[in-house]
């Protein structure tokens, strides 16, 4: 198969073949966008960006979600792309203002970053040997059960 080359003034279609060899992952290697698809991902990251910062959600609560319904990607795809973001410390500038207005509490978020990895490892376990519609609907269910406590919890 003939590599494609990715020109930047290109409007029509970009590949993630012109990233170094294993960056573009084992699910996206040949993954074509036109730029509706940019556009839609450019979006979903700003909008879950300008949530995290306001209220401290965005990957799950709002990457996930709008991964599948408006990407089209698979629960499991959506939920490994989200973690993915994740990854890199996406929030540190946020992170910077919350700290100088004093609302960072180290100690805390260092025990929580230690143990997440940990529960992000069997997670991902379970959630990968779980059917996809199953797994849609243990998502959707934490998510109603998780706005019903906040809306109506005192």
């Not at 995290?52 to 319904?69: H, K, Q, R």
């Not at 410390?89 to 960072?104: M, S």
Request: charged share 10%; glycine share 12%.
């Amino acid at each position: 198969m003939k590599e494609q080359q990715t020109n930047i003034t290109d409007t029509q279609n970009l590949s993630t073949s012109s990233l170094p060899s294993g960056w573009a992952g084992r699910g996206g290697a040949n993954k074509q966008f036109n730029m509706a698809a940019i556009i839609i991902l450019l979006c979903i990251g700003l909008f879950a960006g300008i949530l995290s910062g306001m209220v401290g959600i965005g990957g799950g609560i709002i990457i996930v979600p709008a991964l599948v319904f408006f990407m089209g990607m698979s629960q499991h795809q959506a939920q490994g792309t989200s973690l993915t973001v994740l990854l890199l410390p996406v929030g540190i500038l946020a992170v910077y203002y919350y700290y100088n207005a004093g609302y960072v509490d180290i100690k805390s978020a260092l025990i929580i970053a230690l143990t997440f990895v940990v529960g992000g490892l069997i997670g991902s376990k379970i959630a990968i040997s779980i059917d996809q519609n199953v797994l849609k609907k243990v998502f959707g269910i934490f998510m109603l059960i998780l706005s019903l406590k906040m809306i109506f919890w005192k």
